[in-house]
């Protein structure tokens, strides 16, 4: 990521570039080893993990799309070496010194006094992450929460220092975008330097360049998401960044938040005035519920698939969980529906055997539950789909789950078959298309039955 120089100038160091910042915070936070990174001259408090990165993951969804790993930042090594403070930045020349800050990532998460008034105050905002145990009734306020709070002050003497350093930068450098399309904010965002990327967001936003975009369609505010820095999403957002900017693949915010399962973040993004658009389709036709959903899905399997108590796994899935509870408290429409392949979010999770979320779906109050378990995704109900879930150790229950919130063994798909018609030939198959039949003949007999009284 080098800005024109003559052929025969030489860069004086190798610039990152966002995603190469963005994986080495990835490698760094999910290393059993802790980092070690230089400090600033001001030396900030250590960081405090919000909460834990998600590695990157294949996100695909079968009869949705092919794949959806792209909707993960493709990322390439890239190792630091400790450099100095603020400081020595303001009297070093060449193109390349803005981007050379100390690598401290989440630094300023604690809470700080100070007497200098800086342009913006933050009030804690107290979120409220419910227990991701399937026994959390609907809404999400249960007796079993984590209370988590941001909005700690940004740091006046580093601001102070941040915007001494753009107002000394060469103006091109303070404001313009490298090869990659990076800006200096996008750059100070993936490092996680709070107070350096507020005051390059309040200069680009006297340009009316907040939300400029980098090769991959990235605003400064993608950045801060997908680099889990919830306290510099607020920032942008008090700046006035888009909310509902959206990249190449067209994933907003909330897309990213929802998919990589990251709670804090999805807070401050719900929390934003003006309000994000909740039903916003990235290119693949899905709303940030439908990339929440499968991204669990992914998350549950590889759980599933360790035979392990992984820790990392489990705190990635209630996570993941979490944004998925949230999205739906806020409003997000459990009725809305894919475009490729119109499935809900109840087909997505009863077709990846995702038991976890079934039992969440399946115990929200819906006045219409019967019609939102018999939605139909190019002629297929959930039920059809439990039915093919074969060797799945879920299956029974799922099927059982369904028909209990009146899911309908008589409905056929395209094809004409019955759920029956889908189970595995062997044993096991056979007394679960039994039990298909006895809940079938008992619908018909209520019907018969309301059909006389009438």
């Not at 450099?83 to 401290?104: D, I, K, R, V």
């Not at 700046?239 to 067209?250: M, P, S, V, Y």
């Not at 992984?310 to 949230?326: N, P, R």
Request: with cysteine; glycine share 6%.
């Amino acid at each position: 990521m080098h800005f024109d120089k003559s052929p025969k100038e030489k860069p004086c160091c190798t610039l990152p570039t966002v995603k190469k910042l963005l994986e080495q915070k990835r490698k760094r936070e999910t290393s059993s080893v802790p980092p070690s990174c230089s400090a600033a001259s001001t030396s900030p408090v250590p960081p405090t993990t919000i909460t834990h990165l998600s590695s990157l993951e294949p996100f695909t969804c079968t009869g949705a799309s092919n794949s959806y790993s792209d909707m993960a930042v493709s990322f390439e090594p890239w190792t630091t070496a400790p450099e100095p403070s603020f400081s020595y930045y303001l009297n070093q020349p060449g193109p390349s010194y803005a981007y050379n800050l100390p690598m401290t990532p989440d630094y300023g998460t604690q809470p700080q006094t100070f007497g200098d008034a800086i342009s913006h105050t933050y009030q804690e905002c107290p979120l409220t992450v419910p227990d991701p145990s399937l026994g959390s009734s609907w809404p999400l306020l249960d007796s079993q929460t984590t209370q988590m709070t941001f909005g700690t002050p940004l740091d006046a003497a580093k601001l102070k220092e941040a915007r001494m350093l753009l107002s000394g930068m060469d103006y091109s450098r303070a404001i313009g975008q490298d090869e990659d399309g990076d800006t200096i904010l996008h750059i100070y965002t993936a490092k996680g330097l709070r107070e350096c990327a507020y005051a390059a967001a309040e200069k680009l936003r006297d340009l009316g360049k907040l939300d400029a975009k980098e090769h991959k369609g990235k605003t400064a505010l993608l950045v801060a998401v997908t680099a889990n820095h919830p306290e510099i999403v607020q920032d942008l957002l008090s700046l006035g960044a888009d909310i509902n900017a959206c990249d190449i693949k067209g994933q907003t915010a909330l897309h990213l938040a929802a998919h990589y399962g990251f709670p804090g973040v999805l807070q401050e993004i719900l929390s934003s005035r003006p309000a994000v658009n909740l039903e916003a389709r990235n290119f693949e036709g899905m709303t940030a519920l439908h990339c929440g959903a499968i991204s669990h899905s992914i998350t549950m399997k590889a759980l599933s698939s360790s035979g392990l108590a992984d820790v990392s796994l489990q705190t990635k899935a209630a996570d993941k969980l979490s944004c998925v509870q949230m999205l739906l408290s806020a409003g997000s429409s459990l009725l809305s529906q894919e475009i490729k392949s119109n499935k809900t979010v109840l087909h997505l999770a009863v077709k990846e055997g995702n038991i976890d979320l079934v039992r969440y779906l399946l115990k929200i109050p819906l006045a219409n539950m019967k019609e939102f378990v018999n939605m139909k995704a190019h002629g297929h109900t959930a039920l059809h789909m439990a039915a093919g879930l074969h060797g799945n150790p879920h299956q029974e229950e799922i099927l059982q789950l369904l028909l209990s919130k009146g899911a309908d063994p008589s409905i056929r798909n395209l094809e004409n078959d019955q759920p029956a018609h889908l189970l595995q030939s062997d044993l096991h198959g056979e007394q679960l298309k039994l039990m298909l039949k006895k809940r079938n003949a008992s619908s018909r007999r209520r019907v018969m039955s309301l059909l006389d009284q009438e």
